[in-house]
């Protein structure tokens, strides 16, 4: 095409220069020699424009529902009604939150995906892997994936999506926040984000905001007492000096801005070891050194234990024998000092939760 530009336009060019030195009665020819420059004409280059892809609007999943006297929910709800932030109700399981989004797609890819649920880095998430599934482990949710009974994301996402667990803990299981990520992948990766520290909903002085956990445990219904519960709390984290741990164990919230309180949890265990078709002798305790000595020697079962690194003494053990069946049951109370995270200059306030700071999510 630029080749026939070119020789259109010469030819253009020597008829036009030629036809002012040509008499109309054809009796005078002017000869004059001046070099004749041609502007090649090239066609504009059309400029590249970047197509900017709109993102939808944030939505939240709140992913559990409050027990007895928890509100952890209810507060997560208000939160988010407030910042009139679509809710998504009744979908308690990971399979439930892919089939939603894959259902409700449309041309935009998803924007913010908030996911809701409460946690924390000893009890795991309060969520399923598939409906009626196992509870999230790294290693209940890696198996979901292998045996391919979890859906995938289809293209409804694009790097610009994030996928934010309020999930208390999450960051300290790295290998349950990869696999999380490997569950959530699509052809274009979300980026998958969490919180180190505990996500609180409706505090005294802010209605959200982030606190730094420090864990204490005692055999459930054994408590050695708050005085000794401080002392051990303060050898465990000898870096951090700016709490009072015995007021801290005593108050249940904030006093003012940045006060360090606490709250309980529990971690129970049940095993059930069945002697009917076995030449094993069922064991006989009559203490619970006993169990823990025979818990020891069960390497299976010390896997177990270890995943939540929590020592063997501070479960309070309990046994009892059905028929030809053992039922060993343990149970753990744990302390969690929360210390809210404030801003270091200013005002005394609480800082601002950012999914984009990497001071307080880590985003993979």
Known sequence: MKTILKKSVFAAGIILLSSPFISCDNKKIIKEDKAIVLAEKVAPIKDETTIKITSREPIVFIAGFDVGNETYYTNARAY??????????????????????????????YGDVHIVNNSNPYKGMNLETIVKGDKITAETLRKTITQGTLPTLKNVVNKDTKIVFHASGLVENTALLKTLKDALSA??????????YYTIFSGKFSNYYLAQPYYVFYPTAHSPGKIDLSKEIANKYPEEKDINWYDALNNEEERYVGDAYTSQFSIPIKWEFGYHNTD??????????????????????????NNYNIPLDKYRWTWNRKNSTLIIRGRTTGLVVLKPLIKPYGDLKHIEPDTNNKRLYAIK
């Open 80 to 109: 988010f009604e407030e910042k009139n932030i679509k809710i998504i109700d009744g979908q308690y399981s990971l399979e439930e939150i892919i089939v939603w989004l894959n259902k409700n797609a449309n041309k935009n890819p």
């Open 280 to 305: 094993n002798e069922m064991p006989i305790f009559t203490s619970e050194k006993e169990v823990i000595d025979w818990i020891k020697q069960n390497e299976e079962l010390m896997v177990e234990i």
């Open 187 to 196: 052809p274009t990766l979300p980026k998958v984000i969490a919180s180190p």
